[in-house]
């Protein structure tokens, strides 16, 4: 721009001055630009007007883009709700499947429990019949041996298909074995341990 100023000639400036002041001072000229005086005033009521409708019309936008941000603002903290509601329904959809895995466990303990007791009953039960059938050996031994003292007799249990056993005579320090077939009825056996003795 500056280079331009240096090559515009001075005469030809002063020469376009000239012609600017004739037109003014023409009466013609003076009109139009009274008319164009009065057309710019116009013009910049228009403009001041419509300034102030766009200005308006600017601040309702505004508002209405306040308000779409803030529908904006809502629908995303709805939607992060959203994301926070599926994070709370997953983890709780996990301890769901770990309250079911827990039962499951439980009840597997519960019945092994259950199991345990029915061993424990059955331990208890067959304790009582060993202890019967110890009591019952101890009779059994308490009657064989006053038996054997009265009698002299020391049966046999060992062998269950025939009747067998031990005379014994103290006095006489001698042991004697008999041995029957189990055809023979009880009052035979006796009469032949007798004649034995």
Known sequence: ??????????????????DLIGVLKSQKDGDALMQS????????????????????????????????????????SETIADAELDRVQKDLEEELQNEHLLR???RKISDELDDLDRQRASIEERREIIKKKKKDMLRAQDLLSMCASVTNIIPSLDDQDKISGYIVDKNKKKVEKFEFEQTLSPYEVCNKLWKME
């Not at 721009?1 to 000239?18: E, P, W």
């Open 1 to 18: 721009m500056a280079n331009l100023g240096k090559r515009v000639d001075i005469q030809s400036l002063l020469a376009l001055g000239d």
């Open 104 to 106: 499951q466990e439980l």
């Open 37 to 76: 005086c009065e057309g710019a005033k116009m013009l910049r009521s228009f403009s001041r007007s419509d300034a102030r409708e766009i200005h308006v019309s600017s601040q309702e936008y505004q508002e209405k883009i306040s308000a779409c941000k803030e529908k904006i603002y809502k629908a995303e």
